[in-house]
C-alpha cells in the first residue's frame, strides 16, 4: 500500500488500514462495500456481479466469500454501489485486506468465464473501492471464491407478477461475528437488482447462515429510477435464529421449481402463511415467499433507507457523484 493512500484513508474514512511502517500493524475498523463505475455502457445488457472476498494469510487457499451484489442486468454505464458495513475490520496482520473482485458476464454464459467475460480486481476494498473506477480493458483472471458449506443461498420467490418491473432485494446480517468471533455487527451481505428469473424467483447464493439473524428487504421499482417511492410495492421479512420458526423447513420445493404460475402461490396447500412467509430448506437456503399471503408493507417502511439523497441508500446512477478515479 502506498503511504499517501493509507493516510488519505484513514483520515476520510476512518475504516481503513493504517500502516505506519512494515513493523506496525493497526487494526482497522472496516468500512462500508463502495463501488463508482464510469462508462460501462459495454455492460449495461449484461450480468454483472459484484464480490468482496476476504483472502487467505495462505496464498495457497482460495478466498471467502464476504458479500455480493448481483445486477441482471447492469441496467446504467454509471454506478455508485454502497452497501453498508459489509467490510468487516481485519486483526491480521498476515492476511491481506479485503478486496473487490466484479465482472460483466460478457459472453452471456450466466456464469464466470475468463478470457470470455471482462473482469477486474480492486485489491484493498476500503482504499480503492470509494474512487473512480474506468471501463477499461486491463483484465483480470479472477479465481472462484471459497464458500462455506454452512452458508446456504437467500432465495425470494415472488408470488406477484410485476411485468419485467426492477427489483431490488436487500440482505442485511444483523448479529455476524466480528474480529475473532467477540463482537456482534450489522453488515449488509446481499444485494440483488434485476427483473428476477422467469419463475419469479431471485437467489443470491453463499450469504445466508441460519445461525445468525438477518432482514429481507424488498421493493418493485415500478418508475425504475433507482430508488423507493410512495406507492411502489415493498416486503420486509426478518430471520430470528433464536425463534421456534426458524427452524421450520421447507415441505417441499414446488414453490420455487421452474415455470411455476403465479397463481400457484394462493393454493392453501402450499407451505407458506401470512404470519410466516419462510421456511429453510435442507440444504440450508432461506427461502421468503412475497405476495398476497406475506407481510406487504404499508407505504414508507423502506422510505428511510431509499430515496434521492437518503444517508441509507445502497445505490444510484448519478454521474456527477465522483471522487478519484482509477483509470
Known sequence: MRPMLSFACVVALSGCFALTDTARFEQDD???LELRLRNFTPHTDDRFEVLLLRPS??????????????????????LNLRMPHAVPANDDAARPPYRIDFYGDQDGSGNYTFPGDHSWRL??????GPEVFVHNLDFVNLEAPQVSRALGALRVFLCEAVNGEKIEVRLTGLNLPGPGGAVEQTRAVGLYRGTGRPNGTIELPGL?????DYRVEVYVDANANGAFDAGEKAWSFRFNA?????????????????????????????PVRAEFPACVTDRGDLVVTLGPLSQLNDAGELANLHGAGAPNAWLNFDPDDIGPTIE
Open 123 to 128: 485489491p484493498n476494498a476500503c482504499v480503492d
Open 57 to 78: 494469510a495462505d496464498p495457497e487457499v482460495a478466498p471467502s466469500l464476504t458479500a455480493r451484489a448481483l445486477f441482471e442486468p447492469l441496467e446504467e454505464p454509471t
Open 208 to 212: 445466508f447462515d441460519d445461525g445468525f
Open 30 to 32: 472496516g468500512c462500508d
Open 242 to 270: 433464536d425463534a421456534p420458526e426458524a427452524q421450520r423447513e421447507c415441505d417441499r420445493d414446488a414453490m420455487i421449481r421452474e415455470n411455476m404460475p403465479v397463481s400457484a402461490c394462493v393454493d392453501p396447500r402450499l
